[in-house]
């Protein structure tokens, strides 16, 4: 594993390694326990959308193992006013140890790993947000304790968190959900992707289907960064695709219920459900800290997984 670009290119055993490691770090962290695993090197963060929780967990991760962030506005690079990504990999190549981006098209990201000589981390594309799963994954092995056999439901947008959320569940041996209107069809390459789980994944338009008996329960907003200009007519097209204690009726008694945040409450999520639901969704935002962590010491300290 040199990048960590989307779920896709990770096998179930890469996965469950890189959550064992988020584990350990969450526990030297907790007790105590230094683990400078990455004293001096220095991680480039490039930011072409907002942040609260990947700029933050991102920083704060770096500084607890040892390392210096920089955070890189693109309005402030040159990237900003056109300097070829190509170029802007392999300056940041030569002086840092890794570089995180977050940005709109997925090729962006795929192009920045082509052209560096260090690991390139995905904080989110239109596409694809795999430290958001890192840390979902996590939160449901805590309070489910194991994945097998659970069914995950996700309400809302086929965006960047449901298909990187269907190829980890489905990878770790859970079914998965989805309900989502008429017309937002799956992304081709994750169409592809569930065409090998026949039995492990429906989509569906009926809410009340998809979360029947789920044990997991996960939505997110129905207006993406970069799908502003369509937010009126989402409003409309997900009226219905909301999570709420009708829906939260038909799941399992014990289900959670996840959200990667910000939340839009009365759109996507009722308060009600946001408020009773709350331990659990912050658990999974403290949790971008320690998937954060094992993230960048498997790209760039992984001797430290050898010892
Ligand atoms: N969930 C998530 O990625 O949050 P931010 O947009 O605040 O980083
Ligand atoms: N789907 C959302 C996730 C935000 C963390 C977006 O891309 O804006």
Known sequence: MNHLLKMLDLSKEEIIELLNLADQLKYEKANNI????????????????????????????????GGHPLFLSSNDLQMGRGEPIQDTARVLS????????????HS????????????????????????????????????KGSFEGLKVCFIGDPNNMA?????????????F???SPEGYTLHPEIAAFVADYPDAFE????????????????????????DEGEAEERKKAFANYQINNQVMEVADADAIVLHCLPAHREEEITAEVFEKYADVIFDEAENRLHAQKAILVKLMAPSVLEI
């Open 94 to 105: 030569r002086y840092c140890d890794g570089i995180m981006i977050r940005t709109f098209g």
């Open 203 to 226: 989509q569906t338009t009926d809410v009340l289907q998809a979360a029947k008996e789920a044990d997991v329960v996960i939505t997110d907003v129905w207006a993406s960064m970069g």
């Open 177 to 179: 959900s989805l309900a």
């Open 34 to 65: 230094p683990h400078p695993h990455l004293a001096g090197k220095t991680l480039a963060m490039i930011f072409e959308k907002s942040s609260t929780r990947t700029r933050v967990s991102f920083e704060v991760g770096m500084y607890q193992l």
């Open 163 to 175: 298909n990187s959320l269907i190829v980890g569940a489905l990878k770790l041996g859970m079914r």
């Open 108 to 143: 962006i990201v795929e192009e920045l790993a082509e052209h560096s000589s260090v690991p390139v981390i995905n904080g989110l594309t239109d596409f694809s947000h795999p430290c958001q799963i890192f840390a979902d994954l996590l939160t449901i092995r805590e309070y």
